[in-house]
């Protein structure tokens, strides 16, 4: 299983970037997608979700309105668009897979990319 994700890079304050994961080799397609971010010195959190039927997106509270998050599952690749960035959403973005319906819950997430670095300057 690889998730590879991408995107990240240096965005000015109220910049935009979008984030691709590509998964392969996934043991089923119905699979939900995450996107989480770990800041240095702090915990991973997570950010966004959306179930395998590309439905239902759900984010956490602070993201809402300025990300979001969609899949192409011909493509195998899920999105995180992220608008009016904020020096406050640096961090290291990964992506991760899931088979269970707790999108929030870090610990169900079972496959892992390796993270793309996001960082926004004041």
């Known amino acids: 299983v690889q998730l590879q994700a991408s995107g990240g890079g240096l965005v000015q304050a109220g910049g935009s970037l979008r984030l691709s994961c590509a998964a392969s080799?996934?043991?089923?397609?119905?699979?939900?997608m995450g996107w989480f971010r770990q800041a240095p010195g702090k915990e991973r959190e997570f950010v966004a979700a959306i179930s395998w039927t590309g439905g239902s997106p759900y984010y956490a509270d602070s993201r809402k309105g300025r990300f979001t998050i969609s899949r192409d599952n011909a493509k195998n690749t899920v999105y995180l668009q992220m608008n009016s960035l904020k020096p406050e959403d640096t961090a290291v973005y990964y992506c991760a897979a899931t088979f269970y319906s707790n999108y929030a819950a870090i610990h169900e997430y079972r496959y892992w990319g390796q993270g793309t670095q996001v960082t926004v300057s004041s």
């Open positions: 080799g996934l043991p089923s397609s119905t699979y939900a």
